[in-house]
């Protein structure tokens, strides 16, 4: 996976935030957040991000979501027992799948990011089923933003912002 963006390593560039809480449990022997915790706050995020836009609503009865791609790059330690701030936006919207972009946030630091595919699909006959239309317009409001600070200050990093729907 490729370095991440200047820009997916600021909080600003994402429309959606959640604070999420590390538990003592999380830590690995050297007392960071363990690799396998982290990716279970990116799949919390996505999870609640999905909720609070009305993405499971949207959805037909005998539809979902199935994960076909998941992707994570750690960049710095995590540390107990500090709020983990986990930011998300869409990064690409297809016929029948979507691409999330995630990030990690502490004390306004990102410590990693990540990117997760997910496909419509029925669940009973199996295959991609197109997006409905209501999710498609709720995903496309939450897109990623270019944040203005890259151009200029490629390493500042911004506090998260709250979520619009916490």
């Not at 089923?129 to 200050?153: D, I, W």
Request: proline residues 8%.
């Amino acid at each position: 996976m490729a370095k991440p963006s200047a820009e997916r390593l600021l909080a600003g560039t994402y429309p959606w935030s959640v604070d999420v809480p590390p538990r003592f449990g999380d830590l690995d022997p050297l007392r960071h957040l363990n690799n396998a915790a982290l990716a279970r706050f990116y799949e919390d995020g996505r999870v609640r991000f999905i909720d609070a836009i009305g993405g499971r609503a949207a959805v037909e009865p005998g539809h979902g979501f199935v994960v076909a791609e998941v992707a994570i790059q750690y960049l710095a330690e995590g540390r107990y027992p500090d709020v983990v701030a986990v930011s998300s936006g869409l990064l690409r919207l297809g016929r029948s799948s979507f691409t999330m972009g995630h990030a990690l946030f502490q004390g306004g630091a990102c410590i990693g990011t990540s990117e997760t595919t997910l496909v419509h699909v029925h669940r009973k006959e199996g295959g991609a089923r197109p997006l409905p239309e209501a999710l498609r317009t709720a995903l496309a409001a939450y897109a990623l933003v270019a944040s203005p600070a890259v151009a200029t200050h490629p390493s500042t990093t911004e506090t998260p912002r709250e979520s619009p729907h916490a």
